[in-house]
C-alpha cells in the first residue's frame, strides 16, 4: 500500500506558497503549482518543496544576494556601509512576506529593477554615496524601487512624500501638504488636523491664529 496522499494546498514553504496538485504531471513523484513571492507560478516536486532543495520560482533571493556581492567590501559584519544597508532592505520590503513592512512594497506591487537585482555596485553608482541625515526615498510613492524614481532625501522631504500626508488647496488654488502649510505659517500639523477635524474650513484653519493661553500669575 503506498504512502496516504498529503495535500499541502495553502501551505508556505520559504518564499513559496502552495496552490494546488499538478494534475497534468503524471511522472512518479507528485508536483504542486506554486507562487513564488515574485508572482511566478511553477510546478515543483513534493520532495522539493519540502526538503527545501527548492525556495523559490528561480528568481533573485536575499541570501544569495548577500553572498554574490561580497567583493565590494561593504556587506561584511559590522562594517555594512549606509548605502550598502539600504540597497539589501529594498529586498526585504518587496520580496520578504514575512518582513513587518512588506504590506506596504511587496504586497501593493512595488519591486526593484533588474539593474539593481544585478548587485549593490550598480545601486552605488547610480545613488552615489548618501549625504549625513538623509535616507533612500521613493519620488513616486507608488512607482518601484529604479534609479529614476529614487533619491538620498532628508526627513523633511521624506515627510511631505508619505502616502497619509494629505493635500490641502486653500481659497487661492496653492495646494501644499498638511506638513508644507505648518512649515510656512509656523504651525504645528497636529493643529491644522484637528481644526478640519472639528469642521473649520481649510482657510479658516490656516488663517486663525493659535490663542496662547496663560495661565493665572502666582503671586
Known sequence: MGKPFNDLSGKSFNSLTVIERDYDYHGRAVKF???????????IETHSIQSGNIKSCGCLRISSLSKHNTTHGESKQHKRSKEYLAWASIFERCYNPNHKSYKHYGGRGITVCEQWKSGFPEFLKNMGRCPDGHSLDRIDVDGNYEPKNCRWAGAKEQGNNKRNNRLLIDNNGDVKTLSEWADMIHMLPETISQRIKHGWSIDKSLSTPVKIRRNNAIK
Open 33 to 43: 503549482y506554486c507562487r513564488c513571492v515574485c508572482g511566478t507560478i511553477k510546478s
